[in-house]
């Protein structure tokens, strides 16, 4: 107990998820390994069998199609008048023959592709041998075609077990093996009976041994009854059918078993043909089976070692994570111990180690407010003389607008009072309503264009506005009563000396985080002494007596101070102007959204 109260808490917390997470791993782990290699073994056995099962119901479909197309053959009603009729005229024989039975043997052997040589043996001595026609009477004395016949008479067909090719009159055999179908083509005929012969190769049934379900980890065989392999792959397996154990059991279970003598040891299963005396059979060496069982259990390993070196780095993560929230708000306090109040510990939850970095915080922050307090006080005095320059906008023009609209209401009887009127009250109630610092370009801009509207009645209707103002730059954000005190500068001052033809022009433009509103009017302007005077008390950040009066545009000042105690000294108002040719205020300021 002494150790571990002396281990660090990072390494508790790791042990703790090893002792935990590795042992249920590793228990779970043998399990499903044992029962994973038992079940892949199962699995390639089921279809090793159902590959075979498969082959010989193909094989069994391919019999039947055979003797579907050998039906056909002898229900062909040219055939069988061919074979019925007595040519006495060699002409009509050979034109028969030329014009209707030859084409028909080709058309016969080319459209079916499972069989192969076919032969028709006859009794009809007025046909003569061909390659397709042979007569019964040089066959009689002979054991294969006199077992075939009885048999064929008897059951209709008769399929001849695997046997070399045979030597005809006119047609001579390969040497190859083959299987035969004969079937009964006429029966009691007054010219005597009619044999059909179909011949089929090995190939031609077993062909899809080798490109079967599992036959390029197994090896399938076709062989008679005597275990002569008549059809199959040549891997060195064959030699097995020589030893009688073996195919002893192939023969007699007819399920799959295993067998193993000295070298050999494989999985085997026979299956038997009844109709042409075979088998087939399959061969599956145990060695195929081990080497994917062999393969999978690499994997596994594998897979488990991975997933036990990631169990063991993610609990190391996670006890190193836990640790360093707690090392995180040890040296917080250390650092307040030193004097830093302002340290703030990241609080990302509601467990018990951010509940103690959430009180911590508290702390730090009440020490800092009881020795700040001086310092907030001083901004609190900044933020109020800064609502109070804010404040000192003067409306009198208001109430001098509203003066001459009551006399011209009780002059004239006309619209513009009441569109007077309705530009007056929007600026009564932007002035006294407009509780936001900042507010949308927009919105200023339509109370620039209420004010002038006022104007142009005091000014008998000349008084031109133009505004240059991208789309883009009316939903920025700007300071309240910015735009509007600028325009106010251009008509109280610099049209003072005009008369008549008074324009006023407002431009926008943005780059590089910076917006800039720029209004320009066509007044009288200021002489060069007026224009250095306003820039000095401009740079000054701070109007002095002579700004402040009304009638030295009190507008200009407030919002160049308002902008600098806002945003810094880099922001303001620039001012220019020249005798005669009219005055030019442009006001910088961030970019707001």
């Known amino acids: ?128 041998d061909s390659m397709f026609i042979d007569s019964t009477s040089l066959y009689d004395e002979q054991p294969w075609f006199s077992t075939a016949r009885d048999a064929a008479s008897r059951d209709l067909l008769y399929w001849e077990p695997l046997h070399t090719q045979r030597d005809y009159s006119y047609n001579r055999g390969s040497g190859a093996f083959v299987y035969s179908l004969f079937f009964s083509f006429m029966i009691g005929d007054s010219l005597g009976n009619t044999y059909l012969e179909i011949e089929v190769s090995p190939s031609q049934l077993f062909g899809s041994l080798e490109a079967g379900p599992g036959s390029q980890s197994a090896a399938f065989f076709a062989t008679d009854a005597r275990w002569n392999v008549a059809y199959g792959a040549r891997g060195g397996h064959e030699g097995l059918f020589a030893d009688p154990d073996f195919t002893g059991r192939l023969a007699e279970s007819g399920d799959l078993f295993r067998y193993s003598s000295g070298a050999a040891d494989v999985y085997g299963l026979g299956l038997y043909i009844d109709r042409i005396d075979a088998y087939v059979a399959g061969l599956m060496p145990r060695p195929l ?9 690499m994997v596994f390993l594998v897979l488990f070692t991975v997933s036990i070196v990631t169990i063991y780095g993610l609990s190391y993560l996670i006890a190193n994570m836990l640790s360093k929230r707690v090392k995180k708000i040890v040296g917080a306090v250390r650092k307040i111990q030193g004097g830093d109040f302002q340290i703030q510990v990241e609080v990302g939850g509601r467990d018990e180690i951010n509940e103690l970095a959430r009180d911590i915080n508290i702390m730090s922050a009440k020490i800092n407010d009881l020795i700040n307090t ?13 609502n109070a320059l804010q404040s000192q906008i003067n409306p009198h023009f208001i109430f001098n607008t ?25 600026l009564i109630r932007y002035h006294t309503s ?43 954000k700007l300071p309240n009563l910015i735009l509007q005190p600028l325009v106010e500068n251009s008509v109280i001052h610099g049209f003072r000396d005009k008369r008549g033809g008074y324009c006023i022009r407002l431009a926008t433009r943005q780059a590089n985080g910076v917006l800039h ?12 002494e007026k224009v250095a005077a306003v820039r000095r008390q401009l740079d000054a950040g701070a109007p002095d007596a002579s700004l402040r009066r009304p009638s030295a545009g009190i507008g200009l000042a407030n919002v160049n101070t308002r902008l600098r105690l806002g945003y810094g000294p880099a922001y303001g108002v620039r001012f220019a102007s020249r005798k005669g040719f009219g005055t030019v ?9």
Not at 46 to 64: A, K
Not at 374 to 386: F, S
Not at 402 to 420: F, N, P, Q
């Open 374 to 386: 001086v310092y907030r006080t001083e901004i609190a005095q900044k933020e109020a003389a800064l």
């Open 1 to 128: 107990m002494h150790f571990w109260r002396n281990v660090s808490y990072r390494n508790k917390l790791f042990l703790s998820y090893i002792a935990i997470i590795l042992v249920p791993t590793f228990v779970a782990g043998g399990y499903i390994y044992r029962n994973t290699v038992q079940s892949l073994e199962r699995s390639l056995l089921q279809s090793f069998s159902q590959s075979l099962r498969q082959e010989h119901r193909r094989v069994e479909l391919v019999l039947d199609e055979i003797e579907r197309i050998a039906s056909q053959i002898s229900n062909n009603t040219t055939l069988s008048r061919f074979f019925r009729s007595r040519y006495l005229e060699e002409s009509d024989l050979i034109d028969t023959f030329n014009n209707r039975i030859y084409p028909l043997f080709s058309w016969l052997t080319s459209t079916n592709s499972l069989i192969g040589r076919v032969m028709f043996f006859t009794a009809n001595e007025t046909l003569p």
């Open 585 to 593: 205020v442009a006001v910088k300021l961030p970019v707001l959204r």
């Open 517 to 528: 509103c720029v209004v320009r009017d066509n007044g009288s302007g200021v002489d060069r």
């Open 434 to 476: 407009v509780a936001k610092e900042t507010v949308p370009v927009q919105l200023e801009l339509e109370i620039v264009e209420d004010y002038l509207n006022l104007q142009k009645l005091i000014l008998n209707r000349q008084l031109r506005f133009e505004r240059d103002v991208a789309k883009e730059h009316l939903e920025l």
């Open 289 to 297: 089976i081990r080497e994917p069982l062999a393969r999978n259990r």
């Open 402 to 426: 509203l003066e001459t609209l009551k006399m011209m209401a009780e002059i004239k009887d006309e619209e513009e009072i009441s569109e007077g009127l309705t530009s007056l009250g929007n």
